[in-house]
């Protein structure tokens, strides 16, 4: 994607959303079989020497992550408060 900038950030607050669940199974056993939610994290990343600490809904299935854990954060490129995309490294 054009005019994309990808920096390393740190997550500094997560929350898990319970009133969104994903279901992952077709048929399910109990309400909770194979569901999955996602997190609203703040991330904390710098960019020219401006350090910005945003918020964004995201889904990342069953892996483990936590406070602190590092991730690459995809900004646009003339206005990086905005992030499009985060990954877990």
């Given at each position: ?31 909770l ?37 590092r ?19």
């Amino acid at each position: 994607m054009k005019d994309t900038l990808e920096v390393e950030g740190i997550i500094i607050k997560l929350k898990k959303i319970w009133w969104i669940k994903i279901n992952t199974k077709a048929f399910r056993t109990s309400p909770l079989d194979g569901a999955t939610f996602p997190y609203v994290i703040t991330v904390k990343y710098t960019v020219k020497d401006s350090i910005y600490e945003k918020s964004k809904l995201v889904y990342l299935g069953n892996k483990e992550f936590n406070d602190g854990d590092r991730v690459v954060v995809s900004i646009k490129e003339n206005n990086p408060s905005k992030i499009i995309k985060v990954n877990v490294i």
